[in-house]
């Protein structure tokens, strides 16, 4: 999985590098844990942000965060950090042996949209994946454009689709990679 | 649904009050806005905590949240808050014309637990119902024998199953209000 923080789409429509949030990366990283993914990049340009997670990171990982919750060891051990998403892509290509197929997401329908289910089934049957989650607004048009899938948004019974990326993950991995 | 913070069980196994902490009331209130559910109950016999979440919701309801993002105002709206869980059952009761049948979740695997596709088409037949969460390490083993349903936890293809709660609660409205 790779949380993208630049590009992103600000409120007003701007690009713009969002701030790291301290519960994205808990969240998500259990989330992934529980559905067996191997890494989760988080990437942001900003030197200051990327030592925020560092730390964070280290915190649970090797500090006194490892002693007091093993459990969160376990989890915020998948997370690395990437100043870029080329460089994300990279160190999964190397780690690999090829470049993972990008999955990306929005919460906007689009016509060329891949179904969840339709999805899951190319994914059973093997092969490298990055799920690609943007914060703020969601990552940019010209971002969704070139990656090699757009999933459907998640919808409800309602015409509501505002859900936080860290329950749009979990809701995603669920539906991806549940039994 | 009921987000309890009392009385729920600590890392020792302590019966406590737990904090109110800001992003499972955003979270929370905008899966279950997408889901559609009615209500969004915070439970605390902390004075300054229920203090804590009028302050927040009303922000983001009738305050500058409301104009800076209209559409949290209208996830927050559905929080309500209640000093205890009777209170809140009553509420819902008042509301209903009859008390919900409750619902509650754990994350430990227990022999008299539903399946939530059975939950699931049960809830689809109608009737009102309380979906019940616990915050910290969980709700108490005397408050989960008391429930009407005790929810199968959620598992991944993992045996890894610590999720945060504000994402159990993304995926436990997804598998049973989801299209």
């Known amino acids: 999985m790779i949380l993208v923080h630049y590009p992103v789409v600000s409120k007003n429509g701007d690009i713009i590098a969002s701030a790291v949030t301290n519960l994205d990366l808990h969240d998500i990283a259990r989330a992934g ?16 942000q990327l030592e925020l997670v560092d730390k964070i990171v280290s915190h649970w990982v090797s500090g006194a965060g490892a002693v007091y919750n093993p459990q969160r060891k376990e989890a ?24 993972p197929k990008t999955i ?23 092969g490298s994946y990055a799920l690609v989650l943007g914060t703020a607004w969601g990552l940019t048009e010209d971002f969704l454009n070139r990656a090699d899938y757009l999933l459907e948004p998640i919808c409800g019974p309602t015409d509501y689709n505002h859900l936080s990326v860290r329950s749009a993950a979990a809701i995603i991995l669920d539906r991806l990679l549940g039994n």
């Open 104 to 126: 990306v997401t929005s919460a906007r329908k689009r016509a060329n949209s891949l179904k969840m289910d339709v999805l899951r089934d190319t994914i059973r049957m093997g």
């Open 33 to 48: 844990r529980t559905y067996g993914i191997c890494s989760l990049y988080i990437v942001t340009p900003v030197r200051d």
């Open 76 to 99: 915020l051990s998948i997370i690395r950090v990437s100043e870029s998403f080329e460089a994300a892509l990279s160190d999964i290509a190397a780690e690999d042996n090829g470049y």
